[in-house]
């Protein structure tokens, strides 16, 4: 684990322009649910439905604010009290795309209330500043720096900022931008304000990544701890002053970052430093100040499509055993958790770990011909079933999935289907295939493709 110092730099006054003026489209959009042909009774209806076409782009389709709109790396959308706001982009083949707009989107009815020329963004918070959308242009850009898009009328200006932007995002009602050379491993962090973007503090953070790795959306605040994960390290920092917390180092420390969960912990896999590979060896939890918490040795690992414990009480899932969150204390065992894989003649045998989700105090294994869900607080098998579902969301007791063109819920609790519907039937478009979930909550699911915006609501009793 690395300390690091403090160092102060001087703040940069801000440079303002105007660079795109907004399209304002908003309309009147009464809305009516409507019953989904051939769904179960207990589905949900159609709300609203909005297609990409409705951005005014020619060939475009959906991309997540938070991954820029320079390449269409897959849809999604960032929800700022009653609205929506997503990128369509038109794609170029595999190079750049050659046009992107940010679209606002009405969550009461899916009016398009404005659109606002977003080329070459490389990523924006999920969080607003001051009434605006804060995303970034990169260094090599033609016109790099911060870019502002007003929540009420779409207008957008550049702020010319710090030069070598690398990541950048909101909380606490205050701007944090990562700049520098990350091949170089020399990156700075700041804190300030939109005119000011070093105003609080600058302080060197220890990370570094390849130009190819995915790091302008890795950079993650709350209101204690923070966190920049890239290029295969951990680096937390205390959100307040900048101080570092903890740090990992690949080489030094023989783990690769995995992800952060509950509880300020973190996972990484394990691996040899001496071996000519990097194959795993096991899972470390690290704690809030870095220090292990809890080990598994063994190459199973979890990958989480849905990560959302009930509470703190819920124990982390490592390998075939659980152990209590706070304290590292081994909980339970299930030989369940961890497949030994034989192959085939395209894949060599395996062992990998069959935790797809942790919803609530259920857990959901995934195996290539069944589901089972467990009891996270004691281990036990709760049910089993025949079917295989990619889980897309949590809504209290039940989980949202879909499997072979349908969208499904079932309980948790006991794996039954509570409802189905088919996405064709939503949208009357053969073609329609919702796998992303934007948000809800309540029986309330706002879905999207790369074609399509959709909300689903309970029908009226």
Sequence with gaps: MKPSAQRAIAGAVAVVTVSAAAVVLMQDRS??????????????????VTEVSASGIDGATFSDPRTGSMYPWGPGSIRIDDMLLTLAVAPDGDGMNSDAVMVAVETASGAVMWTSPAFE??????????????????????????????????????????????????????????????????????????DDYDAD??????????????????????????????????????????????STDILDDCMIAQYRTAGDLAVASDFD???????????????????????????????????????????????????????????????????????????????RGTLVALVGDVGILRFDDNTVGIDLRTGGQLWTSAETWSLMAHDRDSVVAYSDGALVALDSHTGHQLWSAEFAKMTGDPGTSFETYVGGGGGTYILQSGSTLAELSPLPS
Aim: net charge negative.
């Design 121 to 194: 963004l490389a990523s924006c918070a999920e969080q607003p500043l001051d009434g605006m959308l804060v995303c970034y242009r990169p260094s090599y850009g033609e016109q790099p720096g911060l870019v502002t898009f007003d929540l009420s009328t779409g207008a957008s200006n550049t702020i010319e900022t710090a030069p070598e932007i690398v990541a950048a995002t909101v909380a606490n009602d205050r701007l944090y931008i990562a700049e520098g050379d990350l091949e170089g491993a020399d990156v700075t962090l700041h804190r300030g304000t939109l």
């Design 273 to 351: 430093c001496d071996a000519s590979s990097s194959a795993t060896t096991g899972s470390t939890a690290l704690n809030r100040s870095g220090e292990e918490l809890a080990t598994y040795s063994g190459p199973a690992e979890h990958y989480l499509s849905i990560d959302e414990p009930a509470d703190l009480s819920i124990p982390i899932v490592l390998g075939d055993t659980a152990f209590d969150r706070t304290t590292g204390q081994e909980l339970w065992r299930n030989d369940l958790l961890v497949f030994d894989d034989t192959g085939d003649e395209y894949n060599e045998p395996r062992t």
């Design 201 to 246: 503090w600058s302080t060197p953070i220890a990370v570094s990544a390849g130009w190819e790795d995915q790091y302008a959306d890795r950079l993650m605040v709350g209101p204690e701890v923070g966190s920049f994960d890239v290029g295969g390290s951990f680096a937390t920092f205390d959100a307040q002053t900048g101080e570092e917390i903890w």
């Design 31 to 48: 809305t009516t649910i409507k019953r989904i042909t051939d769904a179960s009774p207990a589905a949900p209806g159609v709300a609203w």
